[in-house]
């Protein structure tokens, strides 16, 4: 009788946890090859935020996208598609990052001009973390946009020695 009820549960359990995998790849179904380091390091928490755009029809338009696995952008059900009506001057990603400090959560939030959704390597310097200034430089699939900030410089040197 024991092992009925072990067997149940273990049963049970996995249903629950395979359900909610299954959740997530409905939640977000479509993504995109997106590399994100803050402060010359990989986040190790998931990042959040939407990106706002123009479409075809000069309606503004807002998509909300999660960062939890390194290396890619999931997008809520349906918004991917919405990406196709956006207008080619670009889009402006949110991003809303929390980080721990010894024992509290510093919230951070970046607003990054897209030149277009694709494959990016998005490197991100807080050069002050009480004002919440930053600079970010970015690789977007061939186009380089550079920061002549210091700080930037700086972590781009920081980069170099790890490899």
Same mark, same amino acid.
Do not use: W
């Given at each position: 009788?024991?092992?009925?009820? !072990?067997?149940? @549960?273990?049963? =049970?359990?996995?249903?629950? *946890?395979?359900?909610?995998?299954?959740?997530?790849?409905?939640d977000y179904e479509r993504h995109i090859d997106f590399l994100i380091f803050i402060d010359a390091r990989i986040p190790n928490n998931s990042l959040n935020g939407y990106l706002d755009f123009i479409d075809t029809n000069q309606q503004k338009?807002?998509?909300? =996208?999660?960062? +939890?696995?390194? +290396? @890619?952008?999931? =997008?809520?059900? +349906?918004? =991917?598609?919405? !990406?196709? *009506?956006?207008?080619? &001057?670009?889009?402006?990603? %949110?991003?809303?990052?929390?980080?721990?400090? $010894?024992?509290?959560?510093? &919230?951070?939030?970046?607003? /990054? $001009? #897209?030149?277009?959704?694709?494959?990016?390597? #998005?490197? /991100?310097?807080?050069?002050?973390?009480?004002? +919440?200034?930053?600079?970010? &430089?970015?690789? @977007?699939?061939?186009?380089? /946009?550079? *920061? &002549? %900030?210091?700080?930037?410089?700086?972590?781009?040197?920081? $980069?170099? $020695?790890?490899?």
């Amino acid at each position: 009788m024991k092992k009925i009820y !072990l067997l149940v @549960c273990i049963c =049970f359990l996995s249903y629950n *946890s395979f359900s909610q995998s299954s959740y997530k790849l409905i939640d977000y179904e479509r993504h995109i090859d997106f590399l994100i380091f803050i402060d010359a390091r990989i986040p190790n928490n998931s990042l959040n935020g939407y990106l706002d755009f123009i479409d075809t029809n000069q309606q503004k338009q807002s998509i909300r =996208f999660n960062y +939890g696995q390194t +290396g @890619c952008i999931y =997008f809520e059900e +349906g918004g =991917f598609e919405k !990406l196709s *009506s956006a207008n080619k &001057d670009g889009m402006i990603m %949110h991003l809303e990052y929390s980080r721990r400090f $010894r024992k509290d959560y510093q &919230d951070f939030r970046y607003e /990054i $001009r #897209l030149p277009k959704l694709a494959s990016t390597i #998005l490197m /991100i310097v807080n050069i002050n973390k009480k004002k +919440g200034t930053y600079a970010y &430089d970015m690789d @977007c699939d061939g186009i380089l /946009i550079r *920061s &002549d %900030h210091k700080a930037m410089k700086k972590n781009s040197k920081l $980069r170099e $020695r790890d490899y």
